[in-house]
Structure formats: structure tokens, C-alpha cells
């Protein structure tokens, strides 16, 4: 695959992640479009779908093998299991934990927050499910 044609279908990737189009995401997975790779602004595809939600898309990004534990960078940084802690949303959460996303995984390279510190003082939180969920899965 072109370098021109992989960008355009991580573009749609990321895009699609972002609005939870689980059907999109798995067509644009079966054209060979590596699931790890970030769009022009850093934003990994498991990052969006995680921060939004998308339980669903969550799980066929990372069957397709995307690394649960990969940090976006750019515009909208941090690891998918702080971004789906800070918003409370537990099925994405439960999803990369089975998955084996590190509970413990600093965001910011290993500096910042954990994902137990988003979960109990995230955008709107606390969210008392999402920190048992965690804290379930050995987070400190």
C-alpha cells in the first residue's frame, strides 16, 4: 500500500473510531491499514474510541492488534485507558483490561496521571465503577 492511500485510511480510521462507526472500522482494518498508526495529529484510532467510548470499536481495534498501551501524542495525547477513565466509560475500560492494557501505565511518556487518578478525579468524574474496575484489575 501507498504511503498517500495509508494515510488517507488511517485518516478514516481515526475518524471513524471517533464517532464509534465500528462497521467503518473494520472495513478500513480489512485493507491491510495497520491499527497502531496514528493519524497526522498523533491521535491513535484506540485512543478516540476509547476516549469516546465506543466499547464496540474499542475491541475490533484491538482484535485487529492494536496495542492496547500505545500513547497518542499531538493534538489529544494520552494512553487509551486514561482517556476511557477520565470520561468514566466503563465497558472501554473493561475492554482493554482484558486486553491487557497496564492498569498502572502512567500517560505523558510515563510521567503524568494514572488511569486510577482519572477515574477518581477525571473530566467529570469520579466515577466510583470505573475506579473498582481498576482497582479490581490491581491498579495503585
Given amino acids: 500500500m501507498n504511503r498517500r492511500k495509508q494515510k488517507k485510511l488511517t485518516r478514516r480510521l481515526v475518524w471513524a473510531a471517533a464517532v464509534g462507526d465500528t462497521y467503518t472500522v473494520?472495513?478500513?482494518?480489512?485493507?491491510?491499514?495497520d491499527p497502531e498508526l496514528p493519524d497526522a495529529d498523533g491521535t491513535t484510532a484506540l485512543y478516540t474510541a476509547s476516549v469516546h467510548g465506543a466499547a464496540s470499536t474499542v475491541r475490533a481495534l484491538l482484535r485487529a492488534g492494536a496495542c492496547?498501551?500505545?500513547?497518542?501524542?499531538?493534538?489529544?495525547?494520552?494512553?487509551p485507558l486514561c482517556g476511557a477513565a477520565a470520561w468514566g466509560h466503563l465497558a472501554a475500560v473493561r475492554e482493554l483490561l482484558a486486553y491487557g492494557a497496564d492498569p498502572n501505565?502512567?500517560?505523558d511518556h510515563g510521567t503524568g496521571s494514572t488511569p486510577l487518578h482519572w477515574a477518581r478525579q477525571g473530566a467529570g468524574g469520579p466515577y466510583p465503577e470505573t475506579e473498582a474496575a481498576l482497582v479490581a484489575a490491581r491498579a495503585v
Avoid at 26 to 33: D, E, K
Fill in 26 to 33: 473494520r472495513r478500513v482494518l480489512r485493507t491491510g491499514v
Fill in 68 to 79: 492496547p498501551d500505545t500513547e497518542s501524542t499531538g493534538l489529544t495525547d494520552g494512553t
Fill in 105 to 107: 501505565l502512567r500517560e
